[in-house]
């Protein structure tokens, strides 16, 4: 006996299973449970076949049974997901059921389960293990993916490392990283290309983890776009013996990179603010566009906020909007002298002075 709910219910199982969405497998278990419970589903429709008619059940009656509000069907249901792996999904759930017997039994199926996933497989469950972590008795289910990651082969950790599941590419750089499956070199090129921040740390602090990095991996590190792992590659400048080459970014973009480069210098013996202020001094066109905020950011204000005032004129708005952000850190703002700035012709200048002026406003 079918209707149109179980045709719905169909339908999104085909989307979940077809595109592995972590987030449909919770929603049809909350659909399902609430249509049963609720709705005006016909009370046949909740039956499901265990053997009474030698017939097994079909992939939608077995998910309706994990998803029901009947807590014996449930756990009935969990002997036939061997047989249905693409429902694996289910059973993570499950092990976070909220009664006793169902999670012991789906915790047992997914403790033989995962192990025998492929890599490829393995993707799309581990999404759902660890969108249902946060839940309560959730850990149990993430803790066993943790020691098929850990202890089974590297293929399984290498292959998600593309997952498209942010949780989940996290989660395999972590373990990468720990079983040591990726070389200083494919560190370096993820921490300096990945989108994903958390994986920049990953792999950039990995690479730092190691011996002297070889000089062309450093240098993925130094021309990186993002900031963070620019700067693990300056820091990594003084182990390697070159901390010199830390000078330039004294004037890099992003503040963490300027601090780090600051550090490498003063471990090297060199004061960065002299080399800051002989930046600034040299005049159109030499004066480097972040030259001022770095002078903001180790600079005197008694001493260095004269010339700063004097960069709000240069004639370069990269500079003029360093000079107005610094004069903002130093504390030095003047309103009635930075409100001119409101009308200058670059919208960089225009932003630094509204933000530095925005006590005043």
Known sequence: ????????????LDRVLEGGDPGGWTAL????????R?????????????GT????????????????????????ALAYVTDVPALLPLAVIRCADWAGPVRERARAVLRAELPRLTPEALGPVAAVILRAAGRAHGDTARELLLQVLRTGPGAGAFVLLASGDRAVRRLAHRIAVERGLLSPARLATTAARDADVVVQDLCANAVLATATPDPAVLDLLLTARPGRTRAAGVTALRRAGRA???????????????ACARYVLRQAGTEPLPLYRAACAA??????????????????????A?????????????????????????????????APLLDDSSPRVVREARKALSPWA
Do not use: K
């Open 53 to 76: 008619d030698g017939r097994r059940p079909t992939i939608l009656e077995l998910a309706v049974a994990l998803c029901g509000p009947d807590g014996r069907l449930r756990e009935a």
């Open 283 to 304: 005049g159109y066109p030499r004066t480097p566009h972040h030259a001022p905020v770095g002078l903001a950011e180790c600079g005197d204000r008694a001493a260095d």
């Open 1 to 12: 006996m079918r209707n149109s709910v179980f045709d719905e219910w169909e339908q999104h």
């Open 38 to 50: 609720w709705g005006p589903v016909a009370p046949g429709l909740t039956r499901f076949p265990v």
């Open 306 to 338: 004269p010339t700063l005032w004097s960069l709000t004129g240069h004639a370069l708005p990269q500079v003029r909007a360093s000079a107005v952000a610094g004069l903002r850190l130093m504390d030095a703002v003047r309103p009635g002298r930075l």
């Open 244 to 258: 010199g080459e830390a000078e330039p970014f004294l004037y890099d973009r992003s503040a963490l990179v300027r």
């Open 29 to 36: 278990d909350e659909r399902v449970r609430a249509a049963l």
